[in-house]
């Protein structure tokens, strides 16, 4: 691992340094400026402020991955997973014919099995 130059601990340095240059010899006027730059700046809205973030392509994407999501959904539970006409068993072939009763491991492995 490479370890960067850049840490999270105060620069006593740089933070004397932007005191300096920032406050100067009317701090009031600096926050004056400061002010009126910040008040003038048009407010967006929240809905502006997302489409800033979402680019059109993306948008168009999750829209079009969330539709294929519902419709195969939709498809999944309209249709039923197995034909109502056939039967389903969940114990082995042999165990189901057979005229002896299954042995306990078959009925155990049948209970385990998740259809």
Known sequence: MTQSQFNHERDDELGR???????GPAPEAFLHRMRSAV????RANEWDVLGDWARPRVMALAIAAGLLLWLGAWFEGSQPAVDPGQMV???????????QPPAVDE?????????
Do not use: C, K
């Open 39 to 42: 008040a003038g700046v048009p």
């Open 107 to 115: 009925i155990m492995s049948a209970l385990r099995e998740r259809p």
């Open 89 to 99: 068993a969940s114990l082995p072939t042999h165990a189901v014919v057979s005229a």
């Open 17 to 23: 340094m932007l005191r300096e240059q920032l406050t």
